[in-house]
């Protein structure tokens, strides 16, 4: 397996999948992670800003900003919980989930491109296949990967 222009691929995608979006969400008045948080938000409404870190691998106080952010453009608004004080929900306002269809479908115009070189039955496998790779990597930590400890880098 050629892993070295495997993880070289990796960054690329990253790289255009990312210029793309703040591209097409340019118009929108939304940053890449404003988008990233308004695409979770729909498929996880009610969650809390610990579960939203979680979710996108990012620290707590670039999600707060975000939010806060989000908050401001009437996008989406904090609960306190009822049975947990300590934590705040996500919820999408109004406005936000007017946006939902739109912020789909600039994910679907992508991922169709992307997918355009494969048949039906190789991209769904490639789907999987990433889902796999994002969910083990969500989990792994430095001495999972490297057997040995790490200095705690996130």
């Not at 996880?44 to 453009?73: N, Y």
Request: charged share 30%; aromatic share 10%; hydrophobic share 40%.
């Amino acid at each position: 397996m050629d892993y070295y222009n495997a993880s070289v691929n990796f960054g690329i995608i990253r790289r255009r999948v990312q210029s793309l979006v703040v591209e097409a969400t340019m118009e929108l008045g939304l940053t890449y992670s404003e988008f990233s948080l308004m695409l979770m938000l729909y498929d996880k409404e009610g969650c809390s800003q610990d579960d939203m870190t979680a979710f996108l691998h990012v620290d707590k106080a670039a999600i707060t900003r975000v939010i806060k952010i989000l908050e401001k453009k009437g996008m989406l608004y904090r609960k306190r919980d009822e049975v947990d004080r300590r934590l705040k929900r996500l919820f999408l306002t109004e406005e936000g989930k007017k946006m939902e269809p739109i912020i789909k479908d600039i994910v679907k115009k992508i991922m169709d491109y992307v997918a355009g070189g494969f048949s039906e039955a190789e991209g769904e496998f490639l789907i999987k296949g990433i889902n796999i790779m994002a969910t083990r990597l969500g989990v792994a930590d430095f001495e999972a990967v490297f057997g040995k400890k790490g200095r705690g880098v996130k």
